[in-house]
């Protein structure tokens, strides 16, 4: 029983069944090799004259090299490079989502996926109209077909309205037109929002919040803690069962990452309503 001032009573849907939406996974959007990326950053240079007219010239030195070593696959200096680019820090979105898009391709080229899908979602609020069109479709498509198989409801709504902001990813987004109105759906949605969730090998999972308030139900397995990635918190909390959790105001917008036993199943319910 879920514990509130009062009872809460929780409506089940079916669960968010994004891979059957298109016939299974929607793919297309992962790292398919380095020459893909590679296809990126060339695609990137043909724009470096235009970098240079609105970043320092000491960070669009800094982007053009650190885009060379990647793109030669020397990470050893890309590594310098990268960390010398973001200590010179942004003055501007035009310099911050050039940040971004580096450590996109970076973190790509490491083969660090929870890194590189990260450094997208950061892309994606600064990016339009700041990077080259193509760049922006290509990383908010790849990221928003992850977080739609991985069932990220919440990742995947925002993701999807960055998104729009480039009327470049109308095409884009048409090729997946079923998993675009399942998204939109959820977003609209004024009830309880229920997903039957299975935990990986590696032993967590983890999605964007779209409601403040949620609980756990049907475990079966064993959920230990929760780690929370939030715009102005950062916190690890024990799970305790059957509760109503909250997330403050104050912290901003919450990832959360459910830590649990490989293969533990649980409905995570994100409720329309602020307990009473």
Not at 64 to 77: F, G, P, V
Not at 189 to 218: C, M, R
Request: glycine residues 8%.
């Amino acid at each position: 029983m879920i514990k509130s001032a009062v009872l809460i009573v929780l409506i089940f849907f079916s669960a968010f069944a994004l891979a059957q939406e298109v016939g299974g996974d929607v793919s297309g959007g992962g790292v398919s090799g380095f020459a893909e990326i590679d296809r990126e950053l060339d695609a990137l240079g043909r724009n470096i004259s235009q970098l240079k007219n609105k970043a320092r010239p000491g960070f669009a030195r800094l982007f053009d090299q650190a885009q060379a070593a990647i793109l030669k696959d020397d990470l050893k200096k890309a590594d310098e490079l990268v960390i010398k680019l973001r200590e010179m820090k942004s003055v501007n979105d035009y310099e911050q989502a050039r940040i971004h898009l580096i450590d996109y391709w970076y973190y790509g080229k490491k083969g660090d996926q929870e890194l590189e899908n990260d450094a997208a979602s950061k892309l994606l609020t600064v990016g339009a109209g700041n990077i080259d069109s193509h760049a922006f479709v290509e990383a908010g498509m790849r990221l928003l077909k992850r977080q739609y198989n991985n069932q990220d409801i919440g990742g995947a709504i925002e993701t999807l309205t960055n998104l729009r902001k480039d009327s470049a990813s109308q095409t884009e987004l048409m090729s997946v037109v079923g998993a675009v109105k399942k998204i939109d759906d959820y977003a609209e949605q004024k009830t309880n929002i229920v997903q039957k969730i299975t935990v990986g090998e590696k032993g967590n999972w983890s999605a964007k919040l779209f409601k403040p308030h949620f609980a756990f139900s049907d475990i079966t397995g064993e959920i230990s803690t929760l780690d929370f990635n939030c715009a102005n918190k950062q916190s690890t909390l024990t799970y305790k069962p059957d509760s109503v959790m909250e997330i403050p105001e104050a912290w901003g917008g919450c990832k959360v990452k459910v830590n649990a036993k490989p293969g533990t199943t649980f409905n995570l319910i994100q409720l329309q309503q602020k307990p009473s």
